[in-house]
């Protein structure tokens, strides 16, 4: 008999049974009454067993050719940074830095003076003592600027996302999402009881004959103002003819528009000449306007008061930090005062996109900064990536499952804060390292 187990025995009334401890393998008699004695010993630790199978995932990623490596960047967020492991000053083409204000001085020196008055954070949620003044002359900035009743904080705008649908909409009403809206929407839909349609990409006949097949009593259309992967828009002037003739309403994610999208940087509706047309807005400050985190919802006035009361996300979540508000308020102030930023990005823009297609590259989008490059296979852009990256151009290659398989690219987006010459000298980057792999001739 071995000390601390049962004796090993062979007889027919008995029933073995496999027990593995972390160093021996015993073969242990049990009766059915010794059940809950073998259930004390597990087959094999809990955490060995997910780590294997997390291993088995992780491999597979890796031998696709799919792993996302997270490059450290050792400065503030501009249009040229310092990469860890590199000797020399790298140009950013990948951040969502639209405007180039995420290191502009008025900025950075209005969250340094929000933090000296009004700390560092609230440790609180909104209604309980989480609102400061400041907070609310940022929502009624963000109204002014879109020119809408009220607008709710967010800590993100995949939290604007995840907070009002399922506040919003019953079993009795109907959702009809573009199949290629961003994965944050995706996840508030799921969240809420409404009948759910889904609608192909843009596909207006597909939305009409799912809006006209529908009973229900309130009919929400939600798109992307702007497709954050394939830079191109959604057709809001025949979304608008299609809510107008069933009744519906219309909602808009313009992350990916805000502040640098139209004449005045007004969004989507502005671009093309549809303002007003669209009943809801979420969008993000954690984008053009500023960079450091925040998103919003803003729109009816009777809705906002409704989030207030029932958005679990705006409920649930700390205050958004005093700093952060600054940062984002001081920028709808400039952007109000002066359009010049949105000018430059719309050029620099043009400049990038004639040059490329010039020397003939694949490019997704509509004229968008962001200006996606069709390479098609999942390790050739992840290699051509890292190639950009030693002739000194940050970018990254996309693949599934962030875009569909066979359809990976590098997503260049565009800043005001870019020269002339540091758009050049990106296209020339690209091109000699398209030459090396046979993308270009």
């Known amino acids: 008999?071995?000390?601390?187990?049962?004796?090993?025995?062979?007889?027919?009334?008995?029933?073995?049974?496999s027990i593995v401890t972390r160093r021996i393998t015993w073969s242990v008699v049990t009766k059915p009454g010794l059940a809950a004695f073998s259930r004390g010993y597990a087959a094999k630790p809990a955490l060995d067993s997910m780590n294997d199978i997390l291993g088995d995932t992780l491999s597979g990623i890796k031998e696709a050719g799919t792993w996302k490596a997270e490059r450290v960047i050792t400065t503030k967020q501009a249009a040229s940074i310092q990469v860890a492991g590199t000797q020399n000053k790298i140009l950013n083409f990948?951040?969502?830095?639209?405007?180039?204000?995420?290191?502009?001085?008025?900025?950075?020196?209005?969250?340094?003076?929000?933090?000296?008055?009004?700390?560092?954070?609230?440790?609180?949620v909104r209604f309980?003592?989480?609102?400061?003044?400041?907070?609310?002359?940022?929502?009624?900035?963000?109204?002014?600027?879109h020119n809408r009743d009220d607008t709710i904080l967010y800590a993100s705008c995949f939290d604007a996302n995840a907070g009002i649908f399922e506040a919003l909409m019953t079993p009795e009403d109907g959702i009809f999402s573009d199949e290629l809206n961003h994965a944050s929407i995706i996840d508030g839909i799921r969240l809420c009881?409404?009948?759910?349609?889904?609608?192909?990409?843009?596909?207006?006949?597909?939305?009409?004959?799912?809006?006209?097949?529908?009973?229900?009593?309130?009919?929400l259309i939600v798109t992307?103002?702007?497709?954050?992967m394939d830079g191109n828009y959604a057709p809001l002037k025949e979304i608008g003819a299609l809510a107008d003739k069933y009744g519906a309403l219309i909602f808009i994610d313009e992350c990916h528009a805000t502040g640098f999208l139209g004449k005045t940087g007004r969004g989507t509706e502005e671009f093309l000449g549809v303002e007003g047309s669209v009943h809801i807005i979420n969008s993000?400050?954690?984008?053009?306007?500023?960079?450091?985190?925040?998103?919003?919802?803003?729109?009816?006035?009777?809705?906002i008061d409704l989030l207030r009361q029932k958005s679990r996300p705006y409920l649930f979540s700390n205050t958004l930090p005093p700093p952060v508000v600054a940062s984002a308020s001081k920028v709808f102030d400039l952007l109000m005062k002066d359009s010049s930023l949105v000018d430059k990005v719309s050029a620099n823009t043009k400049r990038f996109r004639d040059k490329m297609q010039d020397a003939g590259f694949s490019l997704g989008g509509e004229g968008h900064p962001i200006c996606p490059i069709m390479l098609g296979e999942a390790a050739l852009a992840v290699k051509y990536a890292d190639l950009m990256l030693q002739e000194g151009i940050y970018v990254i290659g996309f693949s599934?499952?962030?875009?569909?398989?066979?359809?990976?690219?590098?997503?260049?987006?565009?800043?005001?804060?870019?020269?002339?010459?540091?758009?050049?000298?990106?296209?020339?980057?690209?091109?000699?390292?398209?030459?090396?792999?046979?993308?270009?001739?």
């Open 1 to 17: 008999m071995v000390h601390g187990h049962p004796p090993l025995e062979h007889n027919g009334t008995f029933k073995m049974a």
């Open 94 to 124: 990948c951040a969502n830095n639209y405007l180039g204000l995420s290191s502009h001085p008025e900025v950075i020196e209005a969250a340094k003076s929000a933090l000296d008055k009004y700390g560092a954070g609230l440790s609180s």
């Open 128 to 145: 309980i003592c989480g609102t400061q003044d400041i907070h609310k002359e940022l929502e009624e900035k963000i109204s002014k600027f």
């Open 193 to 219: 009881k409404a009948q759910k349609n889904r609608y192909k990409h843009r596909d207006m006949a597909d939305l009409e004959n799912q809006l006209s097949n529908s009973n229900t009593r309130m009919k």
């Open 224 to 228: 992307d103002g702007v497709f954050s």
């Open 284 to 303: 993000t400050l954690g984008k053009a306007l500023g960079g450091a985190a925040g998103g919003y919802t803003t729109g009816p006035k009777a809705l």
């Open 400 to 441: 599934f499952p962030v875009v569909p398989k066979g359809k990976a690219r590098i997503r260049v987006q565009i800043s005001a804060a870019h020269s002339e010459e540091e758009i050049d000298h990106a296209v020339d980057a690209f091109i000699k390292v398209g030459r090396q792999l046979g993308v270009v001739n």
